[in-house]
């Protein structure tokens, strides 16, 4: 950790945050060492080289699924997705699920118009409550402030790809979370109190969603797109599927998997689910993503104001 040394939030506040989770780190600032910014960078590498020497003594240890934290996102949404890339991700989080995994559906201002069927799939009465209230509190508030929140979504970018309806775009977030029962709601970044499906109450803008499902422990994160997203994420391997042709066709260099073969080369949901499960397997192994191997590395955090802390309170 490295930081200027006047902050508000230290180097040696972040350091001693990370030291609890038992992970090697180091901090210093650059206002303590004398020649400034060169030296500051001299001695960034000295603690660098030492850590990898000490990283080339780790070996590679056999871990099940059950081990495994999926992020489900999505971005750029068109109306081919809901048809195709996101419910063959939805099959692929019940088998992670299935497997004793755990799954995080964030994005929860697009659950707007289909509470009920998320509420049917809730553990108990607590969790459908909580998913009732979440959604109506927002609404609410939103009101309040003037705004008709369902008269500000799908987005222009959404309406370009052919959605038409904010119940038409949440049917498609909803899809990636596939069938399996929902354990609870978490706070922005929050972990997961056990296995299972999760869902996460933040605004869903892409990258700020997934710096939330990466604080939350995800691993990995797998995000579909229709008319193509490049973002990826400094900590989580980010995997791109997308079910429009023309969007894959010219950002091939962007998209791991190709879901408009559903269309195309006549396969089916389960047909790109198997494709998407393999990749996601070998990423576990170590296998770069094509944001990865691009260097994106985007970072932005959610940083609720009174207001909307209220709306988001559960």
């Keep these: 950790m490295v930081g200027l040394g006047c902050e508000n939030i230290t180097s040696k506040l972040l350091a001693r945050k990370i030291k609890q989770s038992k992970k090697p780190v180091e901090f210093f600032d650059v206002q303590d060492i004398q020649g400034g910014t060169p030296s500051a960078i001299e001695k960034g590498i000295k603690i660098g080289k030492k850590m990898s020497e000490a990283a080339k003594e780790l070996k590679r240890e056999p871990f099940d699924f059950s081990h495994l934290v999926l992020g489900l996102e ?30 995080i559906l964030p994005e ?22 909580k998913i009732h209230l979440t959604l109506n509190r927002f609404l609410e508030g939103t009101k309040r402030l003037g705004i008709d929140f369902r008269g500000i979504q799908p987005t222009p970018g959404n309406i370009k790809g052919g959605l038409t309806t904010i119940e038409e775009k949440s049917l498609g977030t909803i899809a ?85 073969k559903i269309f195309t080369e006549n ?37 609720a104001n009174t207001i909307l802390s209220t709306m988001y309170q559960l």
């Design 176 to 260: 990636k979370a596939g069938k399996a029962p929902i354990q609870g709601l978490l706070d922005y970044s929050e972990v997961p109190k056990g296995n299972g499906l999760w869902l996460m109450v933040e605004p869903g803008l892409d990258i700020e969603s997934m710096t939330g499902l990466a604080a939350a422990g995800a691993h990995i994160i797998i995000m579909t797109t229709g008319r193509g997203s490049p973002c990826g994420n400094p900590v989580a391997p980010v995997i791109k599927v997308c079910g429009n042709k023309r969007s894959c066709e010219w950002m091939a260099g962007n998209i791991d998997i190709d879901a408009s």
């Design 108 to 129: 929860f201002t697009e659950w707007i118009g289909t509470e009920h069927l998320l509420i049917e799939r809730a553990v108990n009465k607590d969790v459908a409550e």
């Design 74 to 103: 999505c971005g750029s949404s068109d109306s081919i997705s809901g048809i195709s890339a996101n419910p063959s991700l939805g099959i692929v989080s019940d088998k992670v699920v299935k497997l004793g995994g755990t799954s």
């Design 267 to 303: 396969k089916n949901i389960e047909d790109i689910a198997e494709v998407l499960w393999t990749k996601l397997k070998s990423t576990c192994n170590g296998e770069r993503t094509y944001a990865e191997i691009l260097g994106f590395e985007d970072l932005a955090i959610l940083r």
